[in-house]
C-alpha cells in the first residue's frame, strides 16, 4: 500500500500567522508545515509539503504529481475561486483529491462560495481552521487504505 501525498497551498497561505487571524488563525505556516509533517510521520505517510502564489506553478506540482502522489490535498485559496487552468489539472489527475479550507468558505464573501475545484475533489473539508490539514492527512491515509484493499 502506498502512502504518498502531497499538500499544495495557494497564494497567500506563506503569509498565515500574519494575516487576518480572525479567519485563519494565529499559526504560522512554518508551524503547519511541521504539525502535518509529523502527523504524516506518526501515520508512516511520505508527505510533501508545498505553497506559490503563482497559479502555473500549481499547475505544473498537480501535474507531476500525477506520477510522484498516491494522493493530493488542496489549499487552492484564492485560486479556488478563479482557477479553471488548476481545476482542469485536478480533473486530469485521477486519484483521491480532498479540497482544504482554513475558513468556512460558505459564511464568508459571496465569491467565495462558489468553488470550482469541489465537484471533482473526492471530498472536502472546511472551516476547521489549522486542525483541518491534520483531519486531511487521516482522511487521505483512509481513503487510500480503502482503495487498496
Known amino acids: 500500500m502506498s502512502n504518498n501525498i502531497i499538500i499544495i497551498n495557494g497564494p497567500n497561505l506563506n503569509l ?3 494575516r487576518e487571524q480572525s479567519q485563519y488563525g494565529s499559526i504560522t505556516f512554518d508551524k503547519l508545515k511541521e504539525n502535518c509533517l509529523n502527523k504524516a510521520k506518526e501515520l508512516n505517510i511520505s508527505l510533501q509539503f508545498s505553497q506559490s502564489n503563482i497559479e502555473g506553478e500549481i499547475v505544473t506540482t498537480i501535474q507531476e504529481a500525477k506520477s510522484k502522489f498516491d494522493g493530493i490535498i488542496i ?5 479556488t475561486h478563479t482557477s479553471v487552468a488548476i481545476r482542469d489539472a485536478l480533473d486530469i489527475y485521477k486519484k483521491p ?4 479550507h ?3 468558505i460558505y459564511k464568508r464573501e459571496e465569491f467565495r462560495h462558489k468553488s470550482l475545484i469541489s465537484d471533482i475533489a473526492t471530498g472536502g473539508i472546511f472551516g476547521l481552521g489549522d ?3 491534520i483531519l486531511a492527512i487521516i482522511s487521505m491515509q483512509n481513503i487510500l487504505q480503502n482503495e487498496n484493499r
Open 102 to 104: 482554513i475558513s468556512n
Open 16 to 18: 498565515l500567522g500574519e
Open 131 to 133: 486542525n483541518g490539514y
Open 75 to 79: 489549499n487552492a485559496a484564492g485560486f
Open 97 to 100: 483529491i480532498i479540497e482544504l
